[in-house]
């Protein structure tokens, strides 16, 4: 009895307050503030906009080569740093390396022969700068010279004829057997002395039979008279010493200037076709260093070796990256759902509140550095990128974490 009664108790009480309530609601009508009306995902709340967004590294990019090939090397792992630069892979490549030794080989035949080229050249302007500042004084001078020289020789090559000059040697040689008449008496006065010095008179007349087989000589060639070959030789070179002096004195001809031109002409043009092919040649030997560089992958900034997607010895991926680098240093927020009906009301450079769901209690700030002018349909909605700078990044924070970003609305 005492349970039927307190259960009809208790009920009679729950539906007072029930009634109580209802006339409260009805006396005075609760308004919903703003915060509370609105909703997220890229739509404003309150005075600000909420978005999500994700952490990423401010440089990060996934490599590729621009060629295809079998791995040779993987230089790095996941995990290490690199500096800008490095080397993180090398395909095969010995058709590239042997393509810039045949290149290299090629560029330098080309720029030894350009180098001869060159001297040719040097060589036929001066030539030519000689002809057209006409004699010398010191060329024709020595030519003069060598006139002088050659009729002397001629005179003296003339003179084995002279009637004067054969009596004179005629008269050498009297006078060198006289001479060794005195010296052969003078000897044999002495030779059989007993204990007697016979040097003297023995060089004595060694000296002066010397003198007369000397002029005994001298005597027979003046008799034979010249040489029809010495005198023909000596005549010629006399003959080309005074037309070399008449040239000096002249000073150069039109058609030497001519052809001295034409010299310069030639070897200008030989230079050019060689200039031509030496660039050719150091353009096949770039494109030959191009596609070994090519067979590499090198680190374009410093950063951390995020994601290998390749493996020695197999090929590359075909349309896609073989390494992930990111600077993890460095962090930003990028938006996913700014959608274009608030876009308008966000500027670069406004204040942005972070919250994470990975860091509770973590509260930063940053602002907007810049939006992306391009809006991708996302799940029906055109949405905007923002990137977001932070004021002072969290240790903790990794890469794709979500966060939710409230944008202060600029008018």
């Known amino acids: 009895m005492r349970t039927r009664t307190l259960v009809g108790a208790l009920l009679g009480l729950g539906l007072m307050l ?19 009306a609105a909703q997220v995902g890229g739509r404003p709340v309150g005075d600000r906009v909420i978005v999500e967004g994700r952490v990423v590294p401010v440089r990060r990019a996934d490599l590729a080569l621009s060629t295809t090939g079998v791995v040779a090397e993987v230089l790095v792992a996941e995990g290490d740093k690199v500096s800008a630069g490095q080397a ?7 058709r590239q390396q042997a393509a810039v030794a045949q290149a290299d080989a090629a560029l330098a035949r ?10 040719v050249l040097s060589k036929a302007q001066a030539a030519l700068a000689l002809l057209k500042a006409g004699p010398r004084a010191e060329d024709i001078a020595v030519a003069r010279q060598g006139v002088a020289v050659a009729r002397a020789e001629l ?54 039979t010397i003198d007369y087989n000397l002029a005994q000589t001298v005597f027979a060639q003046l008799s034979q008279g ?33 052809a ?21 040649a150091q353009a096949a030997l770039d494109q030959a260093k191009f596609a070994l560089a090519d067979t590499e992958l090198r680190a374009p900034f410093a950063g951390s070796v995020v994601t290998l997607n390749v493996k020695a010895g197999e090929a590359v991926p075909v349309g896609g990256f073989a390494v992930r680098l990111a600077d993890l240093s460095a962090w930003q927020i990028e938006t996913s759902d700014l959608t274009e009906l608030n876009i308008a009301s966000v500027r670069e450079g406004a204040p942005v509140a972070l919250t994470f ?47 939710k970003a409230a944008i202060e609305p600029q008018p």
């Open 18 to 36: 029930a009634v109580a309530a209802c006339t409260d609601t009805q006396a005075v009508p609760v308004k919903p503030t703003p915060t509370a």
């Open 88 to 94: 993180l892979l090398r395909l095969e490549s010995k």
């Open 110 to 119: 080309v720029i030894g022969a350009r180098a001869g080229a060159n001297a």
């Open 155 to 208: 005179a003296r090559v003339q003179s084995t004829s002279d009637p004067i000059a054969l009596a004179r040697a005629k008269a050498d040689v009297e006078k060198a057997a006289r001479a060794v008449q005195q010296a052969q008496f003078a000897y044999d006065r002495v030779k059989d002395a007993p204990f007697g010095n016979i040097g003297p008179e023995a060089l004595r007349l060694e000296q002066t």
């Open 226 to 258: 010249p040489r029809a070959t010495d005198l023909q030789a000596a005549q010629e070179r006399a003959t080309q010493a005074q037309t070399v002096q008449a040239q000096a004195e002249a000073g150069p001809r039109t058609e030497q200037i001519a």
């Open 260 to 280: 001295a031109d034409a010299d310069v002409a030639a070897a200008s043009a030989a230079l050019k076709n060689l200039d031509t092919d030496a660039a050719a």
């Open 357 to 403: 769901d990975a860091l509770p209690g973590a509260a930063l700030s940053g602002k907007v550095g810049r939006i992306r002018a391009y809006g991708e349909t996302r799940q029906g909605d055109i949405v905007y990128t923002a990137i977001i700078a932070l004021d002072k990044p969290d240790a903790r924070m990794r890469w794709n974490m979500t966060a």
